[in-house]
């Protein structure tokens, strides 16, 4: 969170609060907060095989909905990203709604294309890019067929 020093113990406790009230609400609190939307992605561990949920703010684009892989802007990408890059295919839940979808991360004139887009949802985004020298994955969730 800006101008908060250390503010990961805070950003990890409101996750972990935001994801109990999704889950255990079935998706009818935690959607939207702060002028935001947010679903909840379900991801296999890469090592341990647990599979996880990650409330993260999100965009449509047509049927598609996109995430940022921005890790607040830190060195690492998110745990996350890395788990769909082992596990693409997975589980999203949109308010009450659960869909299956394949991740995989937008390149060139799409990535620049959805940069804009989720710039404009949330404008923290590109200073997290400022802050780390790794490009910030923009991550598709095509639906499963």
Same mark, same amino acid.
């Given at each position: 969170?800006?101008?908060?020093?250390?503010?990961?113990?805070?950003?990890?406790?409101?996750?972990?609060?935001?994801?109990?009230? +999704?889950?255990?609400?079935?998706?009818?609190?935690?959607?939207?907060?702060?002028?935001?939307?947010?679903?909840?992605?379900?991801?296999?561990?890469?090592?341990?095989? $647990?599979?996880?949920?990650?409330?993260?703010? +999100?965009?449509? *684009?047509?049927?598609?909905?996109?995430?940022?892989?921005?890790?607040?802007? *830190?060195?690492? *990408?998110?745990?996350?990203?890395?788990?769909?890059?082992?596990?693409?295919?997975?589980?999203? /839940?949109?308010?009450?709604?659960?869909?299956?979808?394949?991740?995989?991360?937008?390149?060139?004139?799409?990535?620049? $294309?959805?940069?804009?887009?989720?710039?404009?949802?949330?404008? /923290?985004?590109?200073?997290?890019?400022?802050?780390?020298?790794?490009?910030?994955?923009?991550?598709?969730? *095509?639906?499963?067929?």
């Amino acid at each position: 969170m800006p101008g908060f020093p250390n503010s990961r113990p805070l950003l990890a406790w409101i996750t972990r609060i935001h994801r109990w009230l +999704y889950v255990r609400s079935g998706g009818r609190i935690g959607r939207r907060a702060g002028g935001f939307q947010f679903l909840l992605l379900w991801h296999v561990g890469r090592r341990s095989g $647990r599979r996880r949920a990650v409330p993260l703010l +999100y965009v449509e *684009d047509g049927e598609r909905l996109v995430v940022v892989a921005s890790n607040a802007g *830190d060195a690492r *990408d998110p745990a996350w990203w890395l788990n769909l890059l082992a596990h693409p295919d997975t589980e999203v /839940q949109v308010g009450r709604e659960r869909l299956a979808v394949r991740a995989h991360a937008a390149d060139g004139a799409e990535r620049e $294309r959805l940069w804009a887009k989720v710039s404009a949802a949330n404008p /923290q985004y590109p200073e997290y890019q400022r802050r780390t020298l790794r490009p910030i994955p923009i991550v598709v969730l *095509d639906r499963a067929v």
